[in-house]
């Protein structure tokens, strides 16, 4: 039975979390997103997967890889989730997130 609730991470999101973040640093941000960015938002409650994927997209985006910025996307998304998906230019359209992928993997695993 395939899960339809936003409280979990999709593979789409795992790859980038691998794409942006080291080794060590993955199952925080893995914890971050599904506590605090995802159907926990406000209006998102009862929320689908593909809601809570594109707002973990964009706090990704712009995290830009560092621990600090996507604690700060984050506490962008739980004031006001659509600042966040204008900031990074997925707020006009509910699929260009999908269009995202960071280009390179963490400089530890190059």
Known sequence: MAMTTGNHLTPGTKIRIERLFD???RAKVEQLLIERCGVTLPMMEGGDVAGSER??????KLSHGQMALLEKAVKQAETDWRDLLM???FGHDTGVHLT???CDPPSSER
């Not at 707002?55 to 990704?60: I, K, N, S, Y």
């Open 87 to 89: 900031m990074v230019g």
């Open 23 to 25: 080794e060590e640093e």
């Open 55 to 60: 707002l973990r997209f964009a706090a990704l």
């Open 100 to 102: 995202w992928m960071p």
